[in-house]
């Protein structure tokens, strides 16, 4: 079945993706913003996993938030799929599908995220998604120092982000899909 242990042949293409990434999204929570988390791939037991943490801080109460999951890693034609669920929730669970770029040595991935919101009220909604491979020396504590909410003209986000979500504005409206409408 598709969650069977890997072929051998898929597990070594997988671990072409173990590493450091910053992952870039846009949360219906934050409208105007672009949410910075981290995840980390590695493999266990035979297996291409993911981990992935978010922080954030909301601008209006200083309310900070944290969403913590682990995922598996698939690989269907060129696409990889991250299948996530929480640790202490059980209704959380998201998928993420990206697809590599070639021409830059596979820094930046591209595609889309789905699942529940967690705030202000569960939800479904899928939002575009950029996924920006850390340099191999950075570590996992340095690269969680980044995480958080940012305005996309910001200079903490990289240009190539900033312009693959587009102008200011209400970024949620204009990257993503949302059974509410927002």
């Not at 697809?99 to 909604?125: A, C, F, N, Q």
């Not at 340099?135 to 995480?147: V, Y």
């Not at 102008?167 to 899909?177: A, G, V, W």
């Amino acid at each position: 079945g598709i969650f069977d242990l890997p072929s051998k042949e898929e597990l070594v293409r997988l671990r072409h993706y173990q590493g450091i990434y910053h992952a870039f999204f846009i949360s219906p929570a934050f409208p105007s913003y672009i949410h910075v988390g981290v995840a980390l791939v590695r493999e266990e037991d035979h297996r291409m996993r993911s981990v992935f943490f978010v922080r954030s801080r909301d601008p209006e109460t200083s309310i900070v938030h944290r969403s913590h999951l682990n995922g598996l890693l698939f690989l269907r034609g060129e696409r990889v799929f991250i299948m996530e669920s929480s640790k202490k929730a059980q209704d959380r669970f998201s998928e993420t599908i990206l697809s590599p770029t070639h021409g830059d040595k596979m820094r930046y991935m591209t595609g889309v995220s789905i699942g529940l919101t967690w705030h202000p009220k569960s939800e479904p909604y899928a939002s575009r998604t950029i996924w920006r491979r850390a340099s191999p020396a950075t570590e996992l504590r340095q690269a969680m120092k980044s995480c958080g909410l940012f305005k996309s003209n910001s200079p903490d986000i990289d240009p190539v982000v900033r312009n693959f979500f587009g102008p200011e504005q209400n970024l949620f409206k204009s990257n993503s899909l949302s059974a509410s409408g927002a």
